[in-house]
């Protein structure tokens, strides 16, 4: 594991999370806003997914993946080894 790469995504990660948390408690996004909750997640998720799934890579490499593979790696469930996407579990 390469821990800079991982600590910088999840410290990306963090920064939406954190304010996704202070928008909620200062009543920025009410008991009507899912949708505005889900484009918040969204970030977070991409960036814990490329904490998993780039964990060995070195930050050069990390920093320079063409942006097709940057996107697979982005919306690539954690343990499913790169073959199924967050949308293919909302399909069922």
């Known amino acids: 594991m390469n821990a800079k790469t ?5 410290g990306e990660a963090l920064i939406h999370l954190e304010d996704l948390v202070a928008k ?5 996004i009410g008991p009507n806003d899912e949708p505005a909750v889900a484009v918040q ?9 490329r904490a998993w799934n780039c964990s060995d890579l070195p930050p050069e490499q990390h920093a320079n993946l063409p942006q097709v593979e940057f996107e697979r790696l982005s919306n690539t469930v954690p343990n ?10 909302a399909l069922g």
């Open 80 to 89: 499913f080894l790169g073959t199924r996407t967050i949308g293919d579990l």
């Open 6 to 10: 991982v600590g910088h995504e999840l």
């Open 24 to 28: 909620l408690r200062n009543g920025m």
């Open 41 to 49: 997640l969204g970030p977070i998720l991409d960036h814990m997914s």
